[in-house]
Each structure stands twice: as structure tokens, then as C-alpha cells.
């Protein structure tokens, strides 16, 4: 979840959401100047769903020249964070990834709600390593809030 700027007011978030039917709820709080790494707050529906206010960073393209690459680096910017609601993979009977197919979200700052809504979040799979290495499938989506 994006804010306009980029910049979180202070004060008592509270999330409560719904991944795939399961509900759960946690609440974070934000200081007025949030640490360069974050605020991260852990979420009680299980040990695998994270809420945390993670920095925006900034990284430059990759550019090689005879095998040597650089440019591989990210740095957080300034004053700019995103919210973050990290959902692990889970793995079906069969082994196979299983992806949300629904996360509802309500989510408020001091009881004013910002944001209501259900998403289904898009998935891909990619080979990281190159064929025949494995797949992974991730599902994402991104949210502005008001």
C-alpha cells in the first residue's frame, strides 16, 4: 500500500483483513520519524502474514562490460515508505504454489479509515535461475491509499 507522497502521518494503523476467507487483524503503530529500516509490526493471524512500513528504495540499472556488473545495489529514499502486507507462499497437496485469490483490506489510522476494499492480487511465474532450475510464482498487487 502506497500513500500519495510516499509519507505516513503518526499514529495507530489498524488493519483487518481477509486472505482468502481467513480473517485477522493487527495494528502498528507509526512514529513521527520513522526509522530509515521501518516499523515493522507482526500481524496475529498467523506467523505467516507481516504487516511493515518498509522504506522506498531506489536502484539504479545493472550495466555489465566484459562480465563485470555494477549498479547491483538499492538505497532507501529519504522520507519515503510503503506499507507492506507479506502473505508466504503455501503450497498446495500436490507440492504446487497455492495463490490468494482474495484479500479483502480494511485499513485505518487512529479509527479514520484510509482504505476498503477486496483485490485479487495477479500472479506470475518466472525461472530466477534459468529453465529446467524451477519456477517461482509470486502474487502482488498495489494500493493507493487516500
Known sequence: MRSPDDA?????????????????QCTMQVPASPLPDGAPGLCAITDE????LSPMESCPSIAC???AC?????????GRFQMILN????????????????VALDLS????TLLNTAIAPTATTADPD??????CTNASATLTVS
Open 109 to 112: 489510522v487512529d479509527g479514520k
Open 87 to 102: 502473505i508466504a507462499p503455501r503450497s498446495g497437496a500436490d507440492g504446487a504454489p497455492v495463490v490468494v485469490r482474495q
Open 70 to 78: 555494477g549498479g547491483m545495489g538499492c538505497t532507501p529514499m529519504p
Open 8 to 24: 505516513w502521518a503518526p499514529g495507530t494503523y489498524t488493519l483487518v483483513f481477509s486472505i482468502d476467507g481467513v480473517a485477522g
Open 65 to 67: 562490460n566484459a562480465g
Open 49 to 52: 502474514v507481516m504487516l511493515s
Open 130 to 135: 534459468g529453465p529446467g532450475c524451477g519456477t
